[in-house]
C-alpha cells in the first residue's frame, strides 16, 4: 500500500537531496534536452579574467606608439608567422596555431565601463545589465537546453567563485537551479575539498540507502491521482541527485589529487594554474559549461606551501596604478588599483601565460579541443594612455579575446586597432552581444526560439548579438 503524504523540502534534506537537486537544475531538469548533431561544441570552457586585461600589453602589442605610454613589453613573434603577442605571452605564442584572437572587441554600452559589477554581469550573461528582465547567464541557458553529458555532476560550475564579482554570475529569470555550481576556495590548497558533494554529517551511506528505499515507496510530492508522468520524472530526478551524492565519479571530477605532479606543475601550481587545471578535469567529466574566474589570492599556495604576497591585495586587472612595477603596486597618492602586483609579475601574466599555453595544449593532446569552446574574455581593455599614477585605465573601445577549439580557426587575428591601440580601425568590429551569440551557436541552440519568463514573456537568446563570423 502507497503512503501518499507528500514529500517535504525537509525529507529531501534529512536524506541529503535538497541542494543536490537544485545543483542538477530543479523538477524540470528532465525535459528532453535539445540537440543538435551538427552543433562543433559539446562543451564550452569560459576563462574569465575579470578587472580588465591591457591588451596593448598582451594581445595587441604596439611598438610604434609614443614612448611616452607604450609597453615596455617586447613584441614577439610566435608560431604563426606574422602572428605576434608581446613577450608576456611567451608560453602562449608556442600554441598561436591554435588560437583565434579578436582584436576587435567592444563594448558601446554607456556606464558599464565604469562599472566592474555591470562588465562582469554583461560577460556572464552577453546581456548589457539593466534591461527590462533579469538575463540569466550563458551558462545557466547552456545547461536548461542541454543538460550534462554527466548526470552526476551540474551542467553548470563556476571555478571557485570567490571573487566579489562572482555574485555578479545569476541564472536571472530561470530556475534557480540552473545557476552555477560554484567550487569555492583555491584548489592549490593541499587541503581544499569541494562542499556538498558528500552525504551530510551523520548520515552513512546505508542509512542514505535505507532512506532512498523509503521515498522509492512513496509518490514522490504528489497526492493520490497525480500524473503519472510527473510522478515518473521526479522519481527519476531524485534517483539522478542520489547518484551525484553517492557516484565516486563526481569526487574524482574534482579531485586535482589524481593528477600527476608534472601535470600539475605543468599548469603552474599556483591558485590560477590549479583553477585552469580543474576546469580541464570537469571538461573531460562531461560538464557542459565552466567557467574559471579566478586570481591569486592575497595568501595563497604554491607547491603545496603556503605564500602571502606581501604588499598585494584584490589581483585582479584592474591596473590604474604602477600597472609595471615589479612587485605590488602600492605608490604614494595610489588610486582605485593600488595593492595589484604588476601586469607583467608571477600572480598575473607569469601565471595567466604558463596556465593558458598548458591548457590548450592539454586539451589538444587530450583530443578534447575538437569539440570543446575555449574562450578567454575580459570585461573590457586598458587604455591606450599611461595616467598620472603610472596605470592605465577602463577602455571599452577596443580590446581582445581569444578563442580555440569546436573549428575555431587557427592561427588567425581578427580586426586591428590604430597604432596607440586606443580604436579599432578594421572594419570588423564585435560586441559582448556577438561572443554570446557565438557561443549559442558553437553549442547549436537555435536562438530562434525564444527563452520565456515564469509569467510567459518570451526573451530573445542574444537577440541583439550576431555570431562572429570568423569563428565558424
Known amino acids: 500500500m502507497h503512503d501518499h503524504r507528500p514529500v517535504s523540502r525537509r525529507t529531501f534534506s534529512g536524506i541529503g537531496l535538497g541542494s543536490t537537486i537544485a545543483a542538477l537544475g530543479g523538477t524540470d531538469v528532465l525535459a528532453a534536452p535539445q540537440t543538435n548533431p ?16 591591457s591588451h596593448t600589453d598582451t594581445w595587441d602589442p604596439k611598438p610604434d606608439a609614443p614612448s611616452e605610454h607604450r609597453s615596455p613589453f617586447k613584441t614577439i613573434s610566435t608560431v604563426v608567422p606574422g602572428m605576434q603577442f608581446t613577450e608576456l605571452l611567451s608560453k602562449t605564442a608556442k600554441v598561436a596555431n591554435k588560437l ?9 554600452t554607456a556606464g558599464i565601463g565604469d562599472s566592474h559589477p555591470k562588465g562582469s554581469k554583461y ?9 527590462p528582465v533579469d538575463m540569466p547567464d550563458i551558462g545557466a541557458i547552456v545547461a536548461a537546453k542541454l543538460r550534462s553529458d554527466a548526470l552526476y555532476l551540474p551542467a553548470n560550475i563556476l571555478v571557485p567563485g570567490n571573487s566579489e564579482q562572482a555574485a555578479e554570475s545569476a541564472p536571472g529569470f530561470l530556475p534557480p537551479g540552473y545557476a552555477a555550481f560554484r567550487t569555492t576556495g583555491s584548489p592549490a590548497d593541499p587541503k581544499w575539498k569541494v562542499p556538498n558533494l558528500g552525504l551530510l554529517a551523520g548520515i552513512d551511506e546505508r542509512r542514505f540507502k535505507d532512506r532512498q528505499d523509503l521515498l522509492s515507496r512513496l509518490d514522490i510530492g504528489f497526492t493520490q491521482g497525480g500524473r503519472p508522468r510527473d510522478v515518473e520524472a521526479m522519481d527519476s530526478l531524485v534517483h539522478q541527485a542520489a547518484d551525484m551524492l ?20 605543468r599548469y603552474g601550481t599556483g591558485h590560477r594554474g590549479q583553477s585552469y587545471l580543474l576546469g580541464r578535469k570537469l571538461i573531460e567529466s562531461g560538464v557542459r559549461y565552466v567557467t574559471v574566474d579566478c586570481r591569486e589570492p592575497f595568501h595563497s599556495h604554491v607547491n ?20 609595471y612595477s615589479t612587485s605590488h603596486t602600492n605608490i604614494p597618492n595610489g588610486g582605485a588599483g593600488s595593492g595589484r602586483f604588476g601586469i607583467g609579475t608571477w600572480p598575473m601574466m607569469g601565471s595567466l601565460d604558463q596556465a593558458f ?6 586539451l589538444d593532446q587530450r583530443g578534447l579541443l575538437a569539440d570543446t569552446l575555449v574562450c578567454l574574455v575580459t570585461e573590457f581593455g586598458r587604455t591606450p594612455k599611461v595616467n598620472d599614477r603610472q596605470g592605465r585605465d577602463h577602455w571599452t573601445h577596443a580590446f581582445s579575446f581569444a578563442f580555440a577549439g569546436a573549428g575555431v580557426p587557427g592561427g588567425q587575428v581578427v580586426g586591428s586597432t590604430d597604432r596607440d591601440g586606443g580604436f579599432i580601425t578594421s572594419s570588423n568590429a564585435y560586441t559582448i552581444e556577438d561572443y554570446a551569440a557565438s557561443i549559442f551557436a558553437k553549442v547549436g541552440i537555435d536562438r530562434a526560439h525564444p527563452l520565456h519568463t515564469p509569467t510567459g514573456r518570451p526573451v530573445p537568446i542574444a537577440g541583439k548579438g550576431r555570431p562572429i563570423p570568423e569563428l565558424f
Open 357 to 362: 599555453s598548458a591548457l590548450i595544449a592539454d
Open 123 to 131: 560577460i556572464f550573461s552577453g546581456e548589457a545589465p539593466g534591461g
Open 100 to 108: 583565434t584572437v579578436v582584436r576587435c572587441m567592444t563594448q558601446p
Open 246 to 265: 553517492t557516484n565516486p565519479k563526481t569526487r574524482g571530477a574534482f579531485d586535482l589529487g589524481n593528477e600527476s605532479a608534472a601535470m600539475r606543475e
Open 38 to 53: 551538427t552543433a562543433k561544441a559539446k562543451r564550452v570552457l569560459v576563462i574569465f579574467e575579470q578587472g580588465g586585461i
Open 304 to 323: 603545496g606551501k603556503a605564500v602571502t604576497y606581501d604588499g598585494g591585495g584584490n589581483m585582479n586587472w584592474d591596473h590604474h596604478d604602477a600597472i
